[in-house]
């Protein structure tokens, strides 16, 4: 039993010595590279340990907003640059004029002045021929055009007058052809009233001056009655 312990605690030993002998080899190899590596350099050590440190400068604000208005305005410049470049290098297109319906000013004036002046010269014709035209003295009475006895509606151009006592915007009057002609428009002048009327329609009683006016219905005619005017031809 202690032959074995006294074995045992020499192989402890040996092993342990076998361990050491490769670190102790290691840390004396490190130590070599290490004394290698700062020979000569004791001096700058000294010194760098010993030197005071230097003052670490900040830029001022002044400078970096100077530094910052300096860039901006440089960017600036050069956007500007090339935007007049790219105006500069631009081409300007002209746009296409239609021919169609293009007439040159002269025509065009030429054709307004020539149409007034046919309006001027048909307004004067018409208030000279109104105005050189005798007017005619008639007796005028009132007619419907529905009746129990002779009365069919329609009128001597065959035009019906059972819907409206107007015709195209004229009021409607039966006259003696020899006096005033069928299809005539002319200006009716009864006491303070003018209105202008056309003449569609003949009545067997309206010969010479007699004038037929058509009225909406029969209690107007009676009421209308008789009376005397005068009616100037306009066409």
Request: net charge positive.
């Amino acid at each position: 039993m202690n032959k074995n312990k006294i074995k045992m605690n020499i192989f402890k030993s040996v092993y342990g010595v076998m361990i050491l002998i490769p670190l102790t080899t290691f840390s004396y190899i490190c130590y070599e590279q290490h004394l290698h590596k700062t020979e000569g350099n004791e001096d700058l050590i000294k010194e760098s340990f010993y030197k005071k440190p230097r003052q670490i400068r900040f830029p001022s604000s002044e400078n970096i907003v100077l530094r910052l208005f300096k860039k901006a305005q440089t960017n600036k410049e050069q956007q500007l640059k090339r935007h007049t470049e790219k105006i500069i290098s631009a081409k300007l297109i002209k746009p296409k004029q239609s021919k169609k319906g293009h007439m040159r000013g002269g025509e065009t004036a030429k054709h307004t002045i020539f149409k007034s002046k046919n309006k001027i010269n048909i307004h004067e014709k018409e208030n000279k021929a109104h105005s050189t035209k005798k007017a005619i003295q008639v007796k005028l009475s009132a007619y419907i055009a529905h009746c129990q006895e002779g009365c069919t509606g329609t009128t001597r151009t065959g035009i019906d007058v059972t819907q409206s006592i107007y015709y195209k915007g004229y009021r409607v009057i039966a006259t003696d052809p020899s006096v005033i002609p069928l299809n005539s428009i002319v200006e009716v002048r009864i006491g303070g009233k003018t209105f202008k009327a056309i003449a569609i329609d003949t009545g067997g009683a309206i010969v010479g001056n007699k004038v037929d006016l058509l009225v909406a219905t029969e209690r107007d005619a009676i009421n209308f009655g008789k009376q005397n005017g005068t009616i100037s031809i306009i066409s």
